[in-house]
């Protein structure tokens, strides 16, 4: 009797790796809208910026609750919370509002949704040469 040898986890592991870097990339999207909408709200009185920051769900931690088995879980966003960021002192009109701080923190954002797209790129790109013929 012959065995055979399962290839199986290497595959996975390809789409699971893309599957993150596509959740990475919808977060670093979220986050940009987040950060340009302080920089918005630069002139606006008594506004406190936001900022959207990734949490580790504890270990065993249990899904959402339902009350109705045609319920579905979030997608894409799973980890996250929208809190306020940390400010300096608030200027007379109460904003606290930072634009270098800000403008920082979109750069960041950037470099990182940018090198989980070019990830994307390349595993999508071993995918498609494994399912061809190899060319």
Known sequence: MARFLLLQPPVKTLFDTV??????????????SVLAGNVANVDTPGYRPLDLERTEAPEGAAALATTDARHMQPGGLEGTTLEFADA???????????????LAKIDANRVRYQAAAELTTRRMALIRYGAGDGS
């Open 88 to 102: 300096d002192a608030a200027g007379a009109d109460g904003n606290s509002v930072s634009v270098e701080r800000e």
């Open 19 to 32: 599957d993150r870097l596509g959740a990475a990339m919808t977060f670093h999207r979220e986050r940009h």
